[in-house]
């Protein structure tokens, strides 16, 4: 348990930290072209309890495309580790990352240089699960929204979990060094596939003006989504589900739960998850239910049981203004 609230500890500081304007390079858009630049550098925790770039430490820069069907990129590290393997990594908040995504694995020379390129089908960036992408909830230094980029050390991420998995650190003189580098800056990628798509949910009932919208990914491994809703009954707490509608949704019917949370003091309520489904959201099949494409509801936790749907009270529900369809691609 002390090692989890350290590690805790160490990434909400690390999701605070600003680099120095003067060690940052030149961030961002190359001119008017389709490629930005990101630096990367090491950081540690001092025994003031304040993270900083390591003088003298190793890092990075990343050059990589703004937008397309693949987030295209190269990065070059230095003064790394020798001999080492390292992930260079798109990590979501919160910790542990879940549904972060490894971009590229690399082995660092005997002088501790390494180059790691590729092309990835990351959709955009950051993911709508990433508490980045929002003002509300960025964890960001200066409270900018984006996409977090990490060069780790291989055994410390799960690529195929999608997690970060342990938290390196070593005692130096300073303070603790992390053998990674961090980000100095958020990104931005914008994927012109197009497989971000939006849903709206309303109580269509009892006229409380309660309604929510789902961001969620077309196609993927993984149903990666964000949930925000209004107008909710604080304390409540609510599931996100997906219904599978044969007829009678009053029927003890099972559910696929996607996430859960108490609803805020002021009725709001934000869920952010990355899904193995294990199969596609598609029409139900049922004639009868009027929906083309797969049903999404909120509902209050306490009307699911071991076998679905409980109860029938839809006063208290959120239901879709239309069927989505989401291609699970390892299925």
């Not at 580790?81 to 082995?107: K, Q, R």
């Not at 180059?115 to 003002?135: F, K, Q, S, V, W």
């Not at 990104?187 to 949910?201: G, Q, S």
Request: aromatic share 12%; with cysteine; glycine share 12%.
């Amino acid at each position: 348990m002390r090692k989890l609230i350290a590690i805790a500890v160490a990434i909400a500081f690390v999701s605070v930290l600003g680099v120095p304007a003067v060690l940052a390079g030149n961030n961002g858009q190359a001119g008017k072209s389709n490629t930005a630049h990101l630096y990367l550098y090491q950081k540690y925790l001092a025994l003031d309890g304040k993270w900083a770039v390591y003088p003298g430490g190793a890092w990075g820069k990343m050059t990589y495309s703004m937008s397309g069907t693949d987030l295209n990129f190269v990065m070059n590290g230095h003064d790394l580790a020798p001999e080492t393997d390292y992930t260079l990594i798109y990590y979501p908040d919160p910790w542990p990352g879940n549904g972060l995504m490894c971009l590229g694995t690399g082995t660092t020379d005997a002088d501790g240089d390494v180059t790691i390129e590729g092309m990835t089908d990351t959709g955009d960036l950051p993911a709508p699960y990433d508490m980045n992408a929002y003002a509300s909830t960025t964890t960001y230094y200066d409270g900018s929204t984006g996409a977090k980029i990490w060069l780790v050390l291989s055994s410390d991420v799960d690529c195929g979990a999608r997690m970060m998995t342990a938290w390196t650190t070593t005692a130096v003189p300073e303070g603790n060094l992390v053998p990674y580098l961090f980000d100095s800056a958020l990104i931005k990628f914008d994927d012109t596939d197009y497989n971000v798509a939006m849903l709206n949910l309303a109580d269509k009932y009892s006229g409380s003006g309660a309604s929510g919208k789902l961001t969620y990914n077309l196609a993927g491994p993984t149903f990666d989504f964000a949930f925000d809703a209004q107008g909710l009954v604080p304390g409540n707490v609510y599931t996100l589900v997906y219904f599978k509608d044969f007829g009678d949704p009053w029927n003890y019917y099972p559910v696929t739960k996607l996430a859960s949370g108490a609803a805020c003091s002021d009725g709001t309520l934000h869920l952010a998850v990355s899904v193995d489904l294990g199969m596609d959201l598609v029409d139900s099949g049922c004639p009868t239910d009027g929906v083309d494409g797969a049903k999404i509801w909120l509902v209050t936790s306490s009307d699911i049981g071991v076998s679905g749907i409980l109860s029938w009270p839809p006063s208290l529900w959120l239901w879709e203004d239309h069927g989505i369809f989401y291609d699970d691609t390892d299925v």
